[in-house]
C-alpha cells in the first residue's frame, strides 16, 4: 500500500511538473512560479521564530545517520551536489525515472534523487519511510528542534515540518500534525 501511494504522490508530482513546465515554456517566463504555486496550496503555522536546535556545523550526513536506520548503501546522501552519472555508476540503472517540478528524479528501491535542470546535478532526496527505514522519532526533537517552517500542505494532503541545517534542509513530510512517523522524509543541500 505505502509503495502505491509513494508511486501515486510520484505521479502526480510528475503530471503536475509537466504541467507548469509547460505553462512556463509557453510564458517565456525566466523565473519559475513555484512560489505562486506554493502560496495557494499551504497553510503556514505562525514562525515562533525558533530556529532548529541542529548544533552548529552538523550536517544533514550526521542528522540523517542518527535518525534514520536505514540500509545506508541504498539511501546515500553524499550524491547530492555530484552529477547523474556517478549515480547511476553506482547503484545501475534507475527502478524509474520521470519529472518532478520541471527537473528530472531518478528513483532507486529506497531513495528518490532530484536533478537540476540545467546542470544535471542532484541537488535533494527524499526517502519512503517503510520496513526498509525505520525514523528514530526519539532523536528528533533532540537533534532538530522545533521546525524553522511547519504547514498542511494540500496538493500532497500532508503536514510538512522544515528544519533548517547548516549544509541545507530537512523536510518530514507526515499524514497529520500529531503523527509521530513521516511518510518521507527530504534531504536538500545548499
Known sequence: MRRIRFFFVFTMAVVLGACQEEANITEQSTQPSFEKTEAAVVQKEENSG??????????????????????KKAVDDSFIGKQKQELIKKFGQPDETGWFQGGEYVKYDQAAYFLKPQSNQIHSMAVEINEHNHFQTENKEQLLGKASEAYWNEMNNLWTEVYKLSDGKLILEKKSKQAEQPVYIWLEHD
Open 50 to 71: 525558533v530556529k532548529s536546535a541542529v548544533a552548529p556545523g552538523m550536517e544533514i550526513s550526521a542528522v540523517l545517520d542518527e535518525l534514520l536506520q536505514t540500509n
